[in-house]
């Protein structure tokens, strides 16, 4: 098979048998799909000198992959300073969409004053348990790339509760040309619905690595068809992504599996 019939031909899923496997010993557990690439395109953003952001990207799916709805979970807003005037629209107001929905909004200052205070060394735990408590972390996406230096790095190599960029503010109609953005909770709503319901996040690793991780769903045996109905749309939507992955042609290896879990292939490469 050539390189040119690969891309055009993808090859053989193993889904239905993998999903199976996983059932078999791991029930109701979060299950991550897994793609080994042969050589990762490196399209972070660029930082400092050859230092790249891991990009998160947004994979819509066809059915819920995060086990707990949106008002169930955890979830820590972190925006630009000063951190106030998000407060008072999303989260004081009581007449507001966004009323209730985040547990924590902190500003992007707030939040490196606090993890270095928890750092005692490089290698401190403590400095990683006031973020990744969380099971779900979003931040204003114009300072997305500011996270990679401020929080814990395991947060980027994991991709569980990687960072997930939104949009906070819009253009209000009512108001002259030229006038600043507004925050709108209604478009913030919107999205975190979006997100919780029916996407998840690929992690974009940094130059020189070659592992995406994604979740996928929760091995529940009375959801199989639509784990596997998951597992197959972000197969294509995450190979299809050439900045990301880079077609099949640079494709090593796709797998899932759960925490516990040995790796299971889903495409006979």
Not at 37 to 62: C, D, F, T
């Amino acid at each position: 098979m050539t390189m040119t019939d690969k891309v055009v031909t993808p090859p053989k899923r193993l889904t239905a048998q993998a999903v199976s496997g996983l059932l078999s010993k791991h029930p109701n557990s979060p299950v991550y799909l897994q793609i080994t690439v042969k050589k990762n395109p490196g399209k972070g953003k660029p930082l400092e000198g050859n230092k790249r952001v891991s990009s998160p990207v947004l994979i819509s799916l066809p059915h819920r992959a995060r086990e707990k709805k949106l008002n169930d979970m955890t979830i820590c807003l972190i925006v630009k300073d000063p951190q106030q005037k998000f407060q008072k629209v999303l989260e004081d107001d009581k007449n507001s969409p966004t009323h209730d929905l985040f547990t924590e909004i902190v500003s992007i200052s707030k939040l490196r004053s606090r993890v270095a205070a928890s750092k005692p060394s490089s290698n401190s735990k403590k400095a990683q348990i006031s973020i990744e408590k969380f099971d779900l972390i979003v931040a204003q996406a114009n300072i997305i790339h500011l996270l990679p230096d401020t929080i814990p790095a395991s947060l980027y190599k994991t991709g569980k509760t990687v960072p997930v960029p939104i949009q906070i503010t819009a253009k209000d109609p009512k108001l002259p040309k030229g006038s600043q953005e507004v925050i709108d909770p209604r478009l913030v709503l919107y999205q975190m619905k979006k997100l919780v319901n029916k996407s998840t996040v690929l992690v974009i690793p940094k130059q020189g690595s070659t592992c995406f991780s994604v979740l996928v769903g929760i091995s529940d045996p009375d959801t199989m068809s639509k784990l596997i109905d998951n597992i197959n749309t972000a197969i294509d939507g995450i190979v299809g992504n050439v900045d990301a992955v880079g077609g099949w042609s640079n494709v090593v290896s796709i797998h899932i599996k759960t925490a516990d879990s040995i790796s299971l292939p889903v495409v006979d490469l």
